[in-house]
Structures are given as structure tokens and as C-alpha cells.
């Protein structure tokens, strides 16, 4: 019997990239052949972001360069109809904390009950990452603070550069 590859599917606004997400997305490398980070599009027009999908795609690319199971991507509409495309029946969430919980609840149950055949997998990060988040980052260093200990050099890099609203 051949079983076929496990592709995993992590999707989210990665505005920018942390080193919680890049946590979750090497803990699922560890059950999944291959992870698609997918960044979302549809959220960001309603959300104005501080990088473009494409300057968010590239940073992950950079970041995770020396992994080939790794691909960056973006995704427009229904996260169940993107993976029945790319044919992955694992989506992976991080759960920090309660608070995230309700809403991860119900996309859960929803994309279930829009395609049955993919599962939700939540995946709680380690603890030095759990207060983490894209938000908290782009506005410390909007203020000068340093993120260098919470995202990657690439990502730090880009923070410091041109467009810091
Ligand atoms: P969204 O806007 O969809 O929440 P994010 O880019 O904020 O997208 O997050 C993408 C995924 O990464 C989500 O599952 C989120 O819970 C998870 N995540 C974000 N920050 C962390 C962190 N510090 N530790 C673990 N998971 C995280």
C-alpha cells in the first residue's frame, strides 16, 4: 500500500511573519510532508495591512528558504475550496490562548461542515512564543521598541525599512 504525501495547509495574515507562526510551521513539518503557508487575501483588504500580500509572501519565502517542504503562497475565497485545489486535508491553527478559542471554533466547524473531508488541526505554541502576535509586533516596532528576539532577521529587516506608518 503507497500512501500519498500529507500536505498541510497554514493559513493566515502573517503581517508580518513571527516566530510563533514559524513554531507552528516546523511543529507541522514534523507530521506533514509538505506545508503550504497560505496567506490570506481576502482578509487583508479589510484589514490594511502593514505589508502586501507579496512582501508578506517573500518574507516566508526567505525566512524558510532552506526548506523545501515549506511553500509561500496567498489565497483568495473559501480556505475549504483552496484545499480541495491543492488537494491538503490538514489545515493547521495555532491556539494561544482562550481567547482565541471561540473564533477558532467556529471556522473549524464551519470549513467542516463546507467540506468534510478536511480536518482542523490546532497546534498551541511554545510558551516563550504564546503572547505573540503580528499586531503587538508591527506596533512596537512602529514606536522604535526592538522585535528582534520575536521575528527572524528577513523580517526584522523589512520592519526597519521604508513605509513604517
Ligand atoms: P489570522 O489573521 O488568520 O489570525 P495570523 O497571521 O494572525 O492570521 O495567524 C495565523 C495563524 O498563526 C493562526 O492560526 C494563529 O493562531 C497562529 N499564530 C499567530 N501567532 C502565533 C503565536 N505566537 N503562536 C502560535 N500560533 C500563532
Redesign the pocket.
Known amino acids: 500500500m503507497t500512501s500519498k504525501p500529507v500536505t498541510a495547509i497554514?493559513?493566515?495574515?502573517?503581517?508580518p511573519l513571527?516566530r510563533?507562526?514559524e513554531?507552528?510551521i516546523r511543529r507541522t513539518l514534523s507530521f506533514a510532508d509538505r506545508v503550504i503557508v497560505a496567506v490570506?487575501e481576502t482578509?487583508t483588504q479589510s484589514k490594511r495591512g502593514r505589508f502586501t500580500v507579496p512582501e508578506r509572501i517573500g518574507l516566508i519565502r526567505s525566512v524558510f528558504q532552506d526548506q523545501p517542504r515549506v511553500e509561500a503562497t496567498s489565497f483568495a475565497g473559501l480556505l475549504v475550496e483552496f484545499a480541495r485545489q491543492r488537494e491538503a486535508h490538514l489545515i493547521v491553527?495555532?491556539?494561544?490562548a482562550i481567547s482565541?478559542f471561540e473564533y477558532e471554533l467556529q471556522m473549524a466547524q464551519m470549513n467542516h461542515a463546507l467540506n468534510a473531508e478536511i480536518e482542523t488541526v490546532f497546534l498551541t505554541?511554545a510558551a516563550e512564543?504564546?503572547f505573540?502576535?503580528?499586531s503587538l509586533v508591527r506596533e512596537v516596532a512602529a514606536l522604535g521598541g526592538d522585535v528582534g528576539p520575536f521575528v527572524s532577521p528577513p523580517v526584522l529587516e523589512a520592519l526597519r525599512g521604508p513605509g513604517n506608518p
Open positions: 497554514c493559513p493566515g495574515s502573517f503581517d513571527t510563533g507562526h513554531d507552528i490570506a482578509a491553527r495555532g491556539l494561544r482565541d505554541p512564543f504564546a505573540l502576535s503580528s
